[in-house]
C-alpha cells in the first residue's frame, strides 16, 4: 500500500442518524493530485474531514468499516489526533489566517506541536513555507503585519505555507479557490501544480473546469456513494457511469 495516500474498504460514516457516506472502497494514490467532485451535499467535504477526523468535532458521529492514510489505520484506538493533524492538513474553502501576524501564523502550527523550537528555527521555517508558497520575496519584510490585511489569495496562500512546517505527507484543499477571482484561480491552481512535486493531494472542487485543469485523478460522488473514479481524462472524456456523465454535462447538479 505504499503507493496509495488512502485506501478505505466499505467505508461509511453517520451524523447522528444521518448517513453522509456509504460504503466506499477506492483506493487514491500517493504523489498525485486527485480531484473530487460531485453535486452539493454528496458527502465530498464529508469524505475530506474523514481523513483527518476533524468532523468528529461536529459532535455526535460514527462509522463502520476502514480508513488507511499511507498504510495507518487513522480510527485505530491508539491513533493521537494531533499526530494525525499533522501528517494530514486541511485548507478551507474560506481563507482562515488567524488574527495575528504573518509570521505567526506560519509558526503557528510548529509552537503547538512543538516545544523546543529555537529563534533560529522558527526564522529558517518562515523563510522556507513562504518561498514554497511564492510569498517570501513580497512580505519578509513585511513579517509583523496582521495576515488579515493580505488580499485573499495571499491569505489562501498563506493558510497553505502555515502547513508545511509540520511536515505532512497530504494536503485535503477543500474547495479553495471558490472565494477569489479567477487570478487568484489560476495562482492558486499554479501553487497546488508546485506543490504535487513534494505532496498529495485531495482537492474538492465544483468547477469542471479546474478539476480538469489541476488533478490527475477524478472521484465523482453522488448522495453519499462512490460512483465512479478514474484517470481525469477518462471520468471526462469517456465516462463509465451514466451519473457521470449527465453531472460533468450539467444535466443536474
Known amino acids: 500500500m505504499r503507493d496509495y495516500a488512502v485506501n478505505t474498504n466499505d467505508f461509511s460514516f453517520w451524523y447522528g442518524s444521518f448517513q453522509a457516506l456509504n460504503g466506499l472502497t477506492l483506493n487514491i494514490p500517493a504523489g498525485k493530485i486527485t480531484a473530487l467532485i460531485g453535486p452539493s451535499g454528496c458527502g465530498k467535504s464529508t469524505f475530506l474531514k474523514c481523513l483527518n477526523r476533524i468532523n468528529e468535532r461536529a459532535g455526535q458521529v460514527s462509522h463502520n468499516g476502514s480508513m488507511q492514510v499511507f498504510g495507518h489505520d487513522i480510527y485505530h484506538p491508539s491513533v493521537a489526533l494531533p499526530e494525525l493533524r499533522k501528517q494530514v492538513g486541511m485548507v478551507f474553502q474560506k481563507p482562515n489566517p488567524l488574527p495575528l501576524s504573518i509570521f505567526e501564523n506560519v509558526v503557528f502550527g510548529v509552537k503547538t506541536h512543538m516545544k523546543k523550537v529555537t529563534t533560529a528555527e522558527l526564522n529558517a521555517m518562515v523563510e522556507s513555507a513562504l518561498t514554497r508558497v511564492g510569498l517570501w520575496e513580497d512580505l519578509k519584510d513585511r513579517l509583523s503585519k496582521s495576515a488579515l490585511t493580505l488580499s485573499l489569495e495571499k491569505q489562501q496562500r498563506l493558510c497553505i505555507a502555515r502547513l508545511l512546517p509540520l511536515k505532512p505527507k497530504l494536503l485535503l484543499l477543500d474547495e479553495p479557490c471558490s472565494a477569489l477571482d479567477p487570478a487568484g484561480i489560476e495562482a492558486i ?53 451514466p451519473r457521470t456523465a449527465a453531472y460533468i454535462e450539467g444535466r443536474f447538479g
Open 189 to 241: 491552481e499554479g501553487l497546488i501544480r508546485d506543490l504535487k512535486k513534494d505532496y498529495s493531494i485531495i482537492i474538492v472542487t465544483h468547477s469542471m473546469a479546474q478539476a480538469k485543469r489541476v488533478s490527475d485523478d477524478t472521484i465523482f460522488m453522488y448522495m453519499g456513494e462512490l460512483v465512479e473514479v478514474g484517470t481525469t481524462k477518462q471520468v471526462f472524456e469517456s465516462p463509465k457511469e
